[in-house]
């Protein structure tokens, strides 16, 4: 039998939307994050974060910050005796200056 997943969105959601995390400064948890995937786990459920980071696109953000921002999330987490299941990212955007992120 398939374990049963929630995916959560990362900004306004696990984290407070504070614009593009171009920095690692600007990853906070939101105080009942921890809780809600507490709770998630308990009842049985896989918990994934998935996130549209079109700043990578855009060329605001780099790659190594958005996967640093994962592993912090992840940390902050394991801190409290929690985890994240896994961490998805999309960069991409239709009109992006950056042509690899197209």
Same mark, same amino acid.
């Given at each position: 039998? /398939?374990?049963? /997943?929630?995916?959560?969105?990362?900004d306004?959601?696990?984290?407070?939307?504070?614009?593009?995390?171009d920095r690692l400064e600007r990853v906070r948890l939101y105080?009942?994050?921890v809780e809600a995937v507490r709770l998630l786990h308990r009842v049985g459920y896989a918990v994934v974060v998935v996130t549209n980071? /079109?700043?990578v696109a855009r060329?605001?953000?780099k790659v190594e910050v958005e996967l640093a921002a994962s592993d912090l999330i992840q940390q902050r987490? /394991?801190?409290?005796g929690e985890r994240m299941?896994?961490?998805?990212?999309c960069p991409?955007?239709?009109?992006a200056p950056v042509a690899t992120y197209r």
């Amino acid at each position: 039998m /398939a374990t049963p /997943a929630a995916f959560l969105d990362r900004d306004g959601t696990l984290i407070e939307d504070v614009g593009y995390v171009d920095r690692l400064e600007r990853v906070r948890l939101y105080p009942w994050s921890v809780e809600a995937v507490r709770l998630l786990h308990r009842v049985g459920y896989a918990v994934v974060v998935v996130t549209n980071q /079109a700043g990578v696109a855009r060329g605001m953000v780099k790659v190594e910050v958005e996967l640093a921002a994962s592993d912090l999330i992840q940390q902050r987490m /394991a801190e409290v005796g929690e985890r994240m299941d896994g961490h998805n990212y999309c960069p991409h955007l239709e009109e992006a200056p950056v042509a690899t992120y197209r």
